[in-house]
């Protein structure tokens, strides 16, 4: 018996610390997107000057947004 109580308590460590990294990664990602969206705003503010150009990058941004998606 001393030994299984040893060993769930091993387990539950481990899930604190799977858990805790999921939540390092999460935070991560939810400031790259912020970065990246702030970004996306900046070129948006060079484009507008642009027109012709816009159609091309826009394009290239839809891909990036579904890569994104599947990583999750």
């Known amino acids: 018996m001393a030994k299984k109580s040893k060993k769930s308590k091993k387990a539950k ?12 990664l999460k935070k991560a990602r939810k400031v790259k997107k ?3 969206v702030k970004k996306a705003r900046k070129l948006k503010k060079k484009k507008s000057k642009k027109a012709s150009k816009s159609k091309g990058k826009k394009a290239k941004k839809g891909k990036k ?3 994104a998606k599947k990583g999750k």
């Open 65 to 67: 947004g579904k890569k």
């Open 13 to 24: 460590k481990d899930k604190k610390m799977k858990v805790k990294l999921k939540k390092k």
């Open 34 to 36: 912020v970065k990246q």
